[in-house]
């Protein structure tokens, strides 16, 4: 349905997943976009400062290619899922550009052609960071000082000139002061990195949406607005639901995620259409939502048992209707 209107449809997928028999045939059947959950993070890439290791990649990517999937890559730069060796190899400014800029060519080059798609730089914007301009203190703003945001995304670009480069957030869309403050910095971000001609292509709402906290409403609507405004595309990249702390069970749950999903889809689509909608896993078995909250019963699209269940419905009516 998605790609009869010129959509991608994808989902999160660790390698070790392709084992369930069950869950690859539902991917093949159900998704057209793959993006590894883990595999492409340094911790799984660089088990040593000199070494590479894209096994749990090439897995995925064999599937991939074997069923005609598209895949988008999972990610250059985060805060976390780093090698413990990582920071104490950070020495100075010259040694992380180095370091940084040489797993970037790397990994560009062993994922190419398959990967045209990347998250960038993930979760850099921190509210509750001391910083003025909002900045997470991260291993790599210690190393490289503010401006390693657009550096990264222009030694990406310089590697391949091709690719669509992605900065993926979460929380976006929350309507409580964390959500309000993270667009305001984000945006100023962004702007920032436009006027600096910085090659960034999209945004990714990460969506993994806690559905007790309200939404951001009209300043939500207006921040994408803006965005979209500044030459920048919108995904969702992650979609999920914690539904941990709504109250009721049963279908008075189920309706009442149904609905929230529905208002968030129609709030982000406002300002213009989402070609490109993953969600961060595609079965209810074994996700990293179960393993979060214990029982994440509807949380994805496929139930435990791979059958369609109440997102997969408000997928199709709240996305592929709009
Ligand atoms: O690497 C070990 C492996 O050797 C061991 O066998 C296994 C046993 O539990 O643990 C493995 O590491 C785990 C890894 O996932 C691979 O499964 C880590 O403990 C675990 O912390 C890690 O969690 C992932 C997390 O990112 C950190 O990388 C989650 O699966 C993954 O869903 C989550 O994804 C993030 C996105 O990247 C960014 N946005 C938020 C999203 C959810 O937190």
């Not at 093949?28 to 595999?39: D, H, I, Q």
């Not at 669509?164 to 403050?181: C, K, M, Q, S, W």
């Not at 979609?239 to 009721?248: C, K, N, Y």
């Amino acid at each position: 349905m998605a790609r009869k209107k010129g959509r991608l449809y994808g989902a999160a997928v660790k390698s070790s997943q392709l084992n369930d028999h069950r869950f690859a045939e539902a991917l093949k059947r159900e998704v057209a976009l793959l993006v590894p959950e883990g595999e492409l993070k340094w911790d799984a890439l660089r088990p040593s400062p000199a070494e590479f290791d894209f096994s749990g990649y090439h897995r995925l990517a064999q599937f991939a290619q074997a069923n005609s999937l598209a895949m988008r890559g999972h990610v250059l730069v985060w805060h976390h899922a780093n090698p413990s060796w990582l920071v104490p190899e950070l020495k100075n400014k010259k040694t992380a550009e180095k370091i940084l800029r040489a797993h970037i060519e790397r990994v560009v080059a062993e994922t190419s052609p398959m990967i045209r798609n990347w998250d960038v730089v993930n979760e850099a914007i921190d509210p509750r960071s001391p910083r003025k301009d909002g900045l997470r203190e991260t291993l790599w703003l210690k190393a490289l000082g503010p401006n390693y945001i657009s550096q990264v995304f222009h030694y990406a670009h310089q590697v391949d000139p091709g690719l669509t480069l992605v900065y993926n957030d979460f929380g976006l869309e929350r309507g409580d002061g964390y959500g309000y403050a993270k667009r305001k910095l984000l945006l100023n971000l962004l702007k920032k990195l436009k006027t600096k001609n910085v090659p960034i292509h999209a945004l990714g709402l990460q969506s993994h949406l806690r559905c007790h906290l309200p939404l951001g409403g009209r300043d939500f609507t207006e921040f994408l607005k803006t965005v979209r405004g500044l030459g920048i595309e919108i995904y969702i990249t992650e979609l999920d639901l914690d539904l941990s702390r709504v109250p009721g069970e049963g279908y008075e749950r189920s309706t009442f995620a149904q609905n929230y999903v529905q208002t968030y889809l129609a709030m982000v689509q406002e300002s213009g259409s989402v070609n490109t909608l993953l969600t961060w896993g595609l079965s209810d078995r074994r996700s990293w939502l179960e393993d979060a909250l214990g029982d994440a019963q509807g949380s994805l699209p496929l139930d435990t048992n791979y059958q369609r269940g109440p997102l997969w419905e408000s997928l199709r009516s709240g996305w592929l209707r709009a």
